[in-house]
């Protein structure tokens, strides 16, 4: 993973997992880690990491539906998680009200685990990077939530775009970066806001992880979507 200094957290949390991962990990290796690791990953990730940026996540995210999507109540927004691995997200959104949601990983193990959870609709196995997914339509969706996935090797800024294109005009994208990896990601989201393709309405900083080595804090960025990408 990119930023050093959580190299010995992820060591000692999630073992040799993530060691090689770096941007020229291939979509294979990352399918692969993550099948692996996903009957263990909660137990990694939330007991042993002390994960706990799911909840404030989702309250960010609906904060700003409050404010910005007025016209739809919460149960009939179409909403897509993203890398929603074994569903942690899924199962914050619908404590809040969602309940219309889809779920997306690469990892069919991790959407087996996600299935559990009872909280989805519909399964898309499939990569988010800059191909267009035949199966999304375009602005298919009222909001894409995606969290704790942009980083080094997963879900790339090249695959902005295609986030973008499947989200209606006027609705919301909501995803966190901790600070380090923000420069993997800055010149894309900047690039989209100048040619109108979208615009900030929320920036906040939420709590990430509590154990030792691990980050602790985390940006949670929504943006809402203002012209069609086809
Ligand atoms: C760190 S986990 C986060 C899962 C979940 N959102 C959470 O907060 O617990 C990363 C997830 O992203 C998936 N993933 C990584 N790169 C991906 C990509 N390019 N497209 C779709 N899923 C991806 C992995 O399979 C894994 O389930």
């Known amino acids: 993973m990119a930023s050093k200094s959580y190299k010995a957290g992820f060591k000692k949390y999630y073992g040799n997992r993530l060691d090689n991962i770096s941007n020229e990990t ?18 990694s990730l939330v007991v042993a990491a002390g994960a706990i940026y799911y909840k404030p996540f989702t309250e960010s995210f ?16 179409k909403i897509i998680d993203v890398a929603a691995g074994t569903g942690l997200i899924g199962v914050e959104l619908q404590k809040l009200g969602y309940t219309n949601l889809h779920a ?53 800024s090249s695959a902005l ?3 973008i294109r499947i989200v209606k005009v006027g609705g919301l994208i909501c995803f966190n970066i901790r600070d380090g990896q923000l420069v993997d990601y800055q010149g894309t989201i900047s690039e989209l806001e100048t040619s109108g393709k979208w615009e900030i309405v929320s920036k906040t900083v939420i709590p990430f ?22």
């Not at 291939?26 to 137990?43: F, L, P, V």
């Not at 940006?219 to 086809?230: A, E």
């Open 209 to 230: 992880f509590e154990s030792d080595g691990m980050p602790k804090e985390t940006m949670v960025f929504i943006y809402k979507v203002l012209d069609v990408i086809t």
């Open 26 to 43: 291939t979509e294979g290796e990352i399918k692969r880690i993550y099948d692996d690791w996903a009957g263990e990953y909660e137990e």
């Open 104 to 156: 997306l990983d690469i990892s069919q193990e991790m959407l087996k685990e996600a299935e559990k959870k009872d909280v989805y609709k519909k399964f898309v196995c499939a990569a988010l990077n800059d191909q267009r997914i035949p199966e999304i339509e375009t602005g298919e969706y009222d909001a894409l939530v995606c969290g704790g996935t942009m980083l080094t090797g997963h879900i790339r």
């Open 161 to 163: 775009v295609e986030m």
């Open 62 to 77: 609906d904060e700003i539906v409050k404010q910005v999507i007025k016209d739809k109540p919460k149960d009939k927004m």
